[in-house]
């Protein structure tokens, strides 16, 4: 009886230890409603984006019409895209691919990146309306992705950071709009509004409808998203895996855009060099790698619900020639 109460004890505790040690493992492996990646992910494409240098003075207007030459000798790569499907909630799927060009001058990069898409939504107003947009995502830092690696092309990882160029149609459009930012009266042109039917209202209640605080609170906490007069039309971000995504306090890079037969052909520029260390940084002769999303806002893709490039893309970047 004797022994036959410590092989239980012995086997309750060894079912205890691998118990313990498959949930230490699931741990480590995902993050809750985030399934495991394939080896596949962490190898980088073969095709790689070769960053041609071209001589060439900043236009007056940083439009697409202005800078579309620049990129008419640069051979572009194709990036297939699907739907999003690690991280919950999943989605996306309505855009296949996109083609990528890169340039830069010297002391600026430029990438074009043009989708088909049959639909143009640059208004984020309504609860149920959403943005086309299109991301590019690089490593921070000089790394070199190996299969041995696994740096995740998805949003980076821990001790794995990568920075975000977010180009957002919403944003452009804001830029234009009376008081750069497209307001609810935008969506909603006979709108009630206490504030002005109320007589007395402006009055009574200066103080609460001069209050930016308690009217806008997005805007007092300097959400950029808030903001009148952000002047850019891409947000400049950090992540380090699902649910990290966290916009930087120095907003570096720029973009514009053209919607024309279907098509989006979206420009994102920066500096090759920011003192910020939260960028990345880029050198003429050097590497790095891109990756990349597009938002398709008519099948009201946002956040994760996405399509995604699942591969790390090189770049090498032309040296300048001097002449
Ligand atoms: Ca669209
Ligand atoms: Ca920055």
């Known amino acids: 009886m004797k022994n036959g109460i410590s092989l239980f004890k012995y086997g309750a505790s060894l079912l205890g230890i691998v118990f313990l040690s498959a949930t230490i493992y699931a741990a480590e492996e995902t993050a809750p409603g985030?399934?495991?990646?394939?080896?596949?992910?962490?190898?980088?494409?073969?095709?790689?984006?070769?960053?041609?240098?071209?001589?060439?003075?900043?236009?007056?207007?940083?439009?697409?019409?202005?800078?579309?030459?620049?990129?008419?000798?640069?051979?572009?790569?194709?990036?297939?895209?699907?739907?999003?499907?690690?991280?919950?909630p999943n989605g996306g799927g309505s855009v296949s691919s996109a083609e990528v060009k890169a340039v830069h001058d010297g002391t600026t990069i430029y990438f074009q990146i043009s989708w088909s898409d049959p639909t143009k939504n640059v208004r984020a107003i309504a609860v149920q309306e959403f943005r086309d947009a299109v991301a590019l995502m690089f490593p921070l830092g000089a790394v070199e992705v190996t299969p041995a690696e696994h740096f995740s092309p998805r949003m980076g990882d821990r001790e794995k950071p990568v920075n975000l160029w977010h180009w957002k149609a919403d944003w452009e459009a804001d830029l234009v709009a009376k008081g750069e930012l497209e307001d609810v009266e935008a969506q909603y042109p006979n709108m009630h509004d206490d504030f002005n039917t109320n007589p007395y209202s402006a009055y009574y209640h200066r103080e609460l409808i001069t209050s930016v605080a308690v009217l806008s609170g997005g805007r007092a906490a300097n959400n950029l998203?808030?903001?009148?007069?952000?002047?850019?039309?891409?947000?400049?971000?950090?992540?380090?895996?699902?649910?990290?995504?966290?916009?930087?306090?120095?907003?570096?890079?720029?973009?514009?855009?053209?919607?024309?037969?279907?098509?989006?052909?979206?420009?994102?520029?920066?500096?090759?060099?920011?003192?910020?260390?939260?960028?990345?940084?880029?050198?003429?002769?050097?590497?790095?790698?891109?990756?990349?999303a597009v938002w398709n806002g008519e099948e009201k893709d946002r956040n994760g619900q996405k399509n995604i490039s699942t591969q790390w893309h090189p770049i090498t970047l032309e040296r300048v020639a001097w002449q």
């Open 34 to 88: 985030v399934k495991g990646m394939s080896e596949e992910e962490f190898t980088p494409t073969k095709e790689v984006l070769a960053v041609k240098y071209v001589q060439a003075d900043k236009p007056y207007h940083m439009d697409v019409e202005s800078l579309k030459d620049r990129f008419k000798d640069a051979k572009g790569v194709k990036v297939a895209l699907q739907k999003q499907d690690k991280a919950f």
């Open 225 to 292: 998203l808030s903001q009148p007069g952000r002047g850019r039309t891409v947000e400049d971000l950090n992540a380090e895996g699902f649910g990290t995504l966290t916009t930087q306090d120095h907003q570096d890079v720029n973009g514009c855009s053209h919607y024309e037969d279907g098509t989006w052909t979206v420009i994102i520029y920066r500096s090759l060099i920011t003192e910020d260390p939260h960028d990345v940084q880029f050198v003429p002769g050097g590497n790095s790698y891109f990756n990349m």
